[in-house]
């Protein structure tokens, strides 16, 4: 698998990102499983990875303004 934007190579690495839930809220996911390139550190999420954040998002207090989860695949 290749970089989309520079061609560059992917590596399988863990990261911290954050995502935002609506408006006022955000969440953001510890050691989550990407794929980021070496040379121009653009990111790819597949897509079993974004499931599992859409389904942790969809399960967030509403009320909360941050949230800090680790994700566990
Ligand atoms: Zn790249």
């Given at each position: 698998?290749?970089?989309?934007i520079c061609?560059?190579?992917?590596?399988?690495?863990?990261?911290?990102?954050?995502?935002?839930?609506?408006?006022?809220?955000?969440?953001?996911?510890?050691?989550?499983?990407?794929?980021?390139?070496?040379?121009?550190?653009?990111?790819?999420?597949?897509?079993?990875?974004?499931?599992?954040?859409?389904?942790?998002?969809?399960?967030?207090?509403?009320?909360?303004?941050?949230?800090?989860?680790?994700?566990?695949?």
């Amino acid at each position: 698998m290749k970089c989309h934007i520079c061609g560059g190579k992917l590596k399988h690495t863990q990261t911290d990102l954050p995502f935002k839930r609506d408006e006022k809220s955000i969440v953001i996911f510890k050691d989550l499983p990407v794929f980021q390139c070496e040379n121009c550190r653009e990111y790819i999420i597949e897509d079993p990875v974004m499931e599992g954040v859409e389904t942790v998002l969809a399960g967030v207090n509403p009320s909360a303004e941050l949230e800090i989860v680790r994700y566990a695949a």
